[in-house]
């Protein structure tokens, strides 16, 4: 792992790094040198590591449950770059959008693609990150929406260091198999107006899940609009399950 910048804010420490050919960022609680539990964070489809979104969000992982929070580029997205079979699968993607199709079936193809890669890539990112002395060995939590779901679930169902993932904001398609080895804690979000993700879809991958421990939350809207206050209750979940 090597780290590239480190800059600090409002007690929070920013350092971007990269592990081979993955980029990276790590937030910590600033001067922090304890070990803590950490949460891996997956953007969404077309995002990247450090999407307004995602750093808003482990900032607040951070102040807020004194987290250790890593994001990375998926692979296609961000620093990394761009695949000709990727941009096929992107282009077909968005055509049958414009086209009012349901595309269920091609986000699953897109994320089947990627996971390949991804998986193996978060394995090894946190084994690097859990050997430095602010974050350490502890317990490790996942969040990810959309496609950070669709490769998170394949990720979190072959790594047993994930004690519980914050899960949604996707269909069952091609995913119900990884689902079925998911049996952590898992607190699942569905869009009740999702204009992306038929509503169906997103209750089937939420029955799919193994988990005993397994709650749905629904809020109105469409598929980019989940109210901030999930954040808190996100921040709840990870520290009654991480500690």
Sequence with gaps: MRFISQTSLDGVTQRLFTLGEVPGVLWTPEGAHEP?????????????????????????FVTEGGFAVVALDAPDHGDRP????????????????????D??????????????RAVPEWRAVLTAVQELDDVGAGPVGYWGMSMGCGLGIP?????????????????AHGLTGSAA?????????LQWDDDLVPRAEGLALFDALASADKTLHA?????????ESETGSALRFFARHLG
């Design 36 to 60: 803590r539990p950490l949460i891996l964070m997956g953007h969404g489809g077309g995002q990247h590591k450090t999407a307004p979104g995602v750093v808003a969000r482990a900032r607040r």
């Design 82 to 101: 761009k695949t000709e079979e990727f941009a096929r699968i992107a282009a077909d993607l968005r055509g049958g959008m414009a086209a009012g199709e």
């Design 103 to 116: 595309v269920t079936a091609r986000l699953g193809a897109m994320h089947a693609h990627l996971s390949g």
């Design 155 to 171: 990720f979190v169902a072959a790594e047993p260091r994930v004690r519980a993932a914050v899960l949604g904001l996707l269909g």
């Design 181 to 189: 080895l998911v049996t952590v804690p898992v607190r699942f979000l």
């Design 219 to 227: 809020n109105p809207g469409g598929h980019g609009e989940i109210p």
